[in-house]
Each structure stands twice: as C-alpha cells, then as structure tokens.
C-alpha cells in the first residue's frame, strides 16, 4: 500500500521568465512524493477563477488528490513573480490577499489528514490568521505515526520567531536551508557552531531528523545519532525553483521506506540535481531515478557513493 503523502500551504502560479508554471512549496512537494512513488494530495485554497481551474486540472492530471482543495469566490488565486539570477537562483515576488491566505480544514481535508504518512508545512502558507489557524488544525489531526515536516521555507517578512516556534513545536522533521539556519539562529537565539545549532533545534524540538541542504555543496542530514554530510551531485543548473521542495520529498520517501541515511542523502540529492537541471519547479523525474524509490531498494544496504551517482550533470541547488 502506498503511503499518504500531504503538502498543506500554498498553491499557486509561478510566473517565471519562460511563462506561468504550477508552484507553491507544498504543492511542488506533493508532486514530487507523487511522482516517487507516492499516493498524494495537496491541501490548499484556490479562487473561482480560470487560474485556479487551471491548477486543478494540473494537479489532477499528475495524479494528486484534488479533495482538500477548497474554492474561494472572493479572492483570486496566488500567483508569484518570480526572477532569476545569472546563477539561477529565483528572486520570488508573492501577491498578498489571495485564496491560501484562507485555507479552510473542510471534512475532506480533515479525512486526509487523518490518513497521512507524511505532511509537510512552511512558514509561508502561516501568514494570514485563517490559513495558520487551519494549517495547525489539520497538522494536528495527523496520526501520531506520521512525519510531520516543517520545511521553514522564508519567504519575505512572511514569518515571526513565533510561528517558527510553533511550527517547530507541532514538527516532528525540520527542513531548512543554509540561508535559512543564520535567521533561524537569530529568531530562536541559537548558539555554537553549525552542527551545534543543528543538534539544538533537534534536541529542542524532540526532532526526528533535521534535513539541512547547502545549495551546490549538498547537504546534512542528522537524526541524533549519525552524521550524514553530502558534498552535493553536479548539475547544468537551469534553475533552481523547486530543488528544495524536490529534496525534501525525496528525504520523505527514504525515510518511509526505511532506508539509511547514505542512501536518503544520495538519492535526495540525485533528484534535487535533476530539477535544477530542467526548467520549472515539477519537471518529469526519469523513469531510472523513479525506479530507485521502490521498497526495500536500499534497506539495511550500505550505499557506495560510485554506484549511486548520476552522470552527466553539475552544480546541484537544494
């Protein structure tokens, strides 16, 4: 049976260079788990327009459960300018006042919640009283067996050190980047070097793991008992939107299969090097990459660095 996998938050369109294309860190997330193996759904809000017609036609069309999805008919659905540097890295411009900023804990949604194996939520989708009083409810409604995975996702000024806080109190996995953890350290007065601040929001927080990517210098992962530090895949980056929602699924689904950390760490990079290699948050994951995310595939092995690599790409952005 496959796992439930939920990204509760925003969904929205990304208005990039090349033209719009589906996004939001949940939704980007929740494909991702799909597309690795994944029964999955995205909880949100859209506005009765074409745009949010669109998404869920979108989302249907990839396989994703739809039914958590509620419509506004008095604000318009999300959308997101978002321009990229020389390097790829996005700059985001994200339209206030829209349908996620009043997510709904409808029945439907609520039913889902009760199912998931995983759910992952950000800081974003918190910025309106009525979307973080929902979001809280349907976190709260998830099994008590269930990851629930705060990926911090700092967008803006969309974010306190007390929506931090919480977040991290009702977590149980905290995903956060390299430009993240400084803010992060600040808010929470984190002290001591890098992996003493790690070690100190997962002891904190009782945290199962923390998944700390670097950009192009991979990434961390640490669970309270092993160290598991990558140096990153190469990639031909196009651009990096969507890398770490991609990585975050993919950490999820290792961990739900039960692999070791070698294994979760490079395989996470592995697909979070394809997406910066492609244009878009959701690009297709080669049938090779899907293949790797079958169960068992890599319980209780060890994992050699050589036999996992992918060829033929450089820089990896998570």
């Known amino acids: 049976?496959?796992?439930?996998?939920?990204?509760?938050?925003?969904?929205?369109?990304?208005?990039?260079?090349s033209g719009p294309r589906m996004g939001g860190a949940?939704?980007?997330?929740?494909?991702?788990?799909?597309a690795l193996?994944?029964?999955?759904?995205?909880?949100?809000?859209?506005?009765?327009?074409?745009?949010g017609e669109r998404l869920l036609e979108l989302l249907a069309e990839l396989g994703l459960s739809t039914e958590g999805i509620s419509t506004d008919v008095e604000r318009a659905t999300g959308?997101?300018?978002?321009?990229?540097?020389?390097?790829?890295?996005?700059?985001?411009?994200?339209r206030e006042g829209v349908a996620w900023d009043h997510i709904v804990a409808t029945e439907a949604a609520l039913a889902q919640a009760a199912a998931a194996s995983a759910i992952c939520f950000g800081s974003l989708g918190q910025r309106s009283l009525v979307s973080q009083q929902s979001i809280r409810r349907l976190v709260e409604a998830t099994p008590a067996s269930a990851l629930r995975i705060f990926d911090?996702?700092?967008?803006?000024?969309?974010?306190?050190?007390?929506?931090?806080h919480d977040s991290l109190v009702m977590a149980n996995v905290l995903k956060l980047s390299d430009s993240e953890l400084p803010v992060l350290a600040e808010l929470l007065n984190l002290q001591g070097s890098l992996r003493e601040q790690i070690e100190t929001l997962r002891s904190h927080y009782d945290l199962k793991l923390v998944v700390y990517t670097r950009g192009g210098n991979g990434s961390i992962l640490w669970d309270g008992v092993t160290w598991c530090e990558h140096?990153?895949?190469?990639?031909?980056v196009k651009d990096t939107v969507g890398a770490g929602d991609s990585f975050t699924a993919a950490t999820t689904m290792g961990f739900l299969l039960g692999w070791p950390l070698g294994a979760i760490s490079e395989n996470a990079n592995a697909v979070a090097a394809?997406?910066?290699?492609?244009?878009g948050a959701i690009p297709p994951i080669p049938e090779a990459l899907r293949q790797r995310f079958t169960k068992d595939a890599f319980s209780g092995k060890a994992v050699t660095e050589p036999a996992m690599r992918l060829t033929g790409l450089s820089q990896s952005r998570a």
Request: with cysteine; glycine share 10%; hydrophobic share 40%.
């Open 231 to 236: 140096s990153g895949l190469p990639a031909e």
């Open 274 to 279: 394809h997406v910066c290699s492609c244009v």
């Open 79 to 94: 959308s997101v300018t978002v321009e990229l540097g020389t390097d790829g890295q996005p700059c985001y411009t994200i």
């Open 37 to 51: 193996g994944a029964e999955a759904a995205v909880i949100s809000s859209v506005g009765r327009d074409e745009d």
């Open 152 to 164: 911090v996702n700092l967008r803006q000024g969309f974010y306190s050190s007390e929506v931090i």
């Open 26 to 34: 949940p939704a980007n997330f929740a494909c991702h788990a799909r």
């Open 1 to 17: 049976m496959k796992p439930l996998v939920i990204g509760l938050g925003e969904v929205l369109w990304d208005v990039l260079p």
